[in-house]
């Protein structure tokens, strides 16, 4: 069982630490002894449950989830993502969630923290006005730096065994598919960084809201997704609200996709959630 688990009906997901099978368990000592041995290991970057993340983007094949690794390092330099995480500042985060909010908001019954993109709500031309794609994209590095430095720890601490991916929202009301069309290039972007940087974050996916046009976005979109992606996301109409809130206790939710939060300044600029001290009450009693 993994260190600092309290929760005493937690059982580990199959290829998760303390559910592995012997040819797991051997495929990771050989993956980190290899990275070792060629000088590759960052330590506080390649503990054994983001070795396993690597291991099952590429089902346990150790020469390719070395080589995604890699890649994903060379990236991170390329990028300049330790820069970023030290002194990226979004100062137009508050406009931007006017034209298109994403954001984090509390957690689902599992304990995951809740990420919330409102692409229905999107205005392409007020977007651009106030920041940039390559600002968009930056914010997406920083975010999924933080998911996996501070929001997963939080959420593992409060619900005491390991929590290792997200529940994600998308929300396609009042969608327009020329500004969906227009965005596309970030859209791609940020799946591909999703995927190929940070695998197996995914826990849940339910895109709401989703119009009879949808099929169409979602023929372009589902090539660059891999099968396991796809097999994690639920597309619904409108009538949504009873499969989210099986997911998310109503009082997680906000009110405007069908729950009873009601944060202060709104859910979307909140940050709700056990990695904020500020919001001890996240679970709900006083939303």
């Not at 969630?97 to 809740?114: A, I, N």
């Not at 997963?152 to 929590?163: D, E, Q, T, W």
């Not at 529940?167 to 069309?181: A, G, Q």
Request: glycine share 6%; proline share 6%; with cysteine.
């Amino acid at each position: 069982m993994p260190a600092g688990v309290t929760d005493p009906t937690y059982k580990p997901p199959p290829g998760r630490l303390g559910n592995l099978t012997v040819a797991q368990q051997h495929a990771l000592e050989t993956l980190r002894k290899q990275l070792q041995d060629e000088g590759h290991f960052v330590p506080e970057r390649m503990d054994d449950a983001t070795l396993l993340r690597f291991l099952r983007a590429r089902r346990f094949d150790v020469a390719k989830a070395k080589a995604m690794i890699l890649a994903a390092e060379q990236w991170r330099k390329e990028f300049g993502v330790d820069d970023l995480v030290k002194n990226f500042d979004f100062k137009e985060k508050a406009e931007v969630d006017k034209y298109y909010p994403q954001y984090y908001h509390k957690t689902d019954k599992e304990g995951r923290p809740v990420y919330i993109e409102r692409l229905g709500k999107l205005d392409i031309k007020a977007l651009y006005a106030i920041t940039t794609m390559d600002r968009q994209l930056k914010r997406l590095v920083y975010e999924y730096e933080k998911f996996l430095n501070e929001r997963l720890p939080a959420c593992s601490k409060a619900i005491g065994h390991p929590v290792e991916t997200s529940c994600t929202i998308l929300d396609l009301k009042d969608v327009s598919l020329s500004n969906f069309y227009r965005v596309k290039d970030y859209v791609f972007q940020a799946s591909s960084i999703g995927q190929d940087r940070y695998p197996e974050t995914m826990g849940k996916f339910y895109i709401i809201n989703a119009p009879w046009a949808f099929s169409a976005v979602w023929a372009a979109i589902k090539p660059w997704l891999d099968e396991v992606t796809v097999s994690k996301i639920d597309i619904l109409g409108s009538g949504y609200k009873e499969k989210i809130l099986q997911q998310i206790p109503a009082e997680h939710l906000p009110k405007e996709l069908g729950g009873t939060c009601e944060c202060p300044g709104g859910c979307s600029l909140s940050d709700a959630g056990p990695w904020n001290p500020s919001s001890a009450d996240y679970v709900g009693e006083k939303a």
